[in-house]
Structures are given as structure tokens and as C-alpha cells.
């Protein structure tokens, strides 16, 4: 469990060090636009008797690209920390190991797929919907009095039409659980099952769990398999 703390700590810290430098490299687009503007409008109505001195201009674009540089820098930066210090390097551990990720998705594969869940209460009735990347309800079913605790759904993967939806995609369940008053119960979706690979695609680091991928940042749990 220290382990995916760690590894879920680094991922977040990635994250904020991100979102620092798409920050900054907006204010630089933004500072740059202006300084160019202010250049253009400077040379357009300079004194031709008394001409801009060309090595000030050329000294501040110099500038302006050092600091695009620098920004660079810090990307693979970023980048090679991710690698060494809880990204790849620090989830090579969790290969092998029983993994919770909390998430609402899951991979058809062999023609189905499951979920696991858990309701804060029972329930007098439970609405599941299961939606694709289009965002369309492909299949949907409604159970009365459902206990609270933990669950899990499995969809033999057809639509309510009764077609097979093909191994490799990926679907959302959603869940809708009412008391008998018609007041709402909060659940909590998530897959559990073993890790069998670590990779980092688009920058970021991803667990699969079986078939099924997941952000490393989704990773609640994990404990030795028996």
C-alpha cells in the first residue's frame, strides 16, 4: 500500500510541475504576441532620421527564445524525473499484484466485461447503464433491493438489442441507486484484478489491469496475490 501511495504521490506531483509549465508557456505565447505587436508598431511608425537601434530588438528576441528554451529544458526535465523517480521505475512493483483502480471503465474482452462496486447503503432499486465512447446507453437494466457494500456487475457484452459488441472497446457504467424515499445513495466504481504491465503513453503512467488500462493516479489499493 506504501508503494502505490508513493507512486500515486509522484503521478500528482507530475501533474502540478505540468500544469506549472503549460501555465508559463502561456504567459510566454502571450508575452510574446505582445512584444512582437509592440515591435511591428514601433518600426512602423519609427523616425527615419532616428532609427530603432537594431542590436536592442535583436537582443530581446535572443531573450524571448532562451526563455522557450528553457521551458524545453524543463519538459524533458520532467520527463527523465518521471522515468527514475515514481513513474515507470517506482509501479515496476505493482506487476503481479492484486490492483483496486477507482474507475468507471472497463475492456470488453472475451466477449464481456465486469465491474465492481460499492453502494453506501441497500438500496430499493439500482439503475446500471453501460455507455460507449459515444456517449450512447448500449445496454441498461434496473435490480430492486440491492445490500449495501460491495458488488460486482457482469455484462456478457451485448447491447439491449441483443448485439455483440466487439472485444477492445472500452464502455462507462453508470450507476443510479435510490432508498425507498427516492433519496440518492452514493457508490463508488472501481476494477480490481492484476497488474500485468507498466507503461507510459502520452506522458503519462498506465497500469493494465488484464486488458484494461488505467492512470496510474487511479490506483487505490494493492496487496500481495495468495
Known sequence: MTDAVTTAA????ATSVADRLSSSRSRLADS????????????KNQDPLSPLDSN?????IVQMTGVEQQLLTNDLLKSLVGLSDGGLTGSVNLIGKAVTAETDKATVDGGAARWSYDLDSSAASVKYEVVNSLGQTVWSRTDSNVTGGEHTLDWNGQSSSGQQQADGGTYTLKISAANAGGGTISSKIYQTGVATAVETLGGETVVSIGKFKTPLSTVTGVRAVS
Open 32 to 43: 510574446e504576441e505582445t512584444f512582437l505587436n509592440l515591435l511591428t508598431t514601433q518600426l
Open 56 to 60: 536592442e530588438f535583436t537582443a530581446q
Open 10 to 13: 509522484s503521478a500528482t506531483s
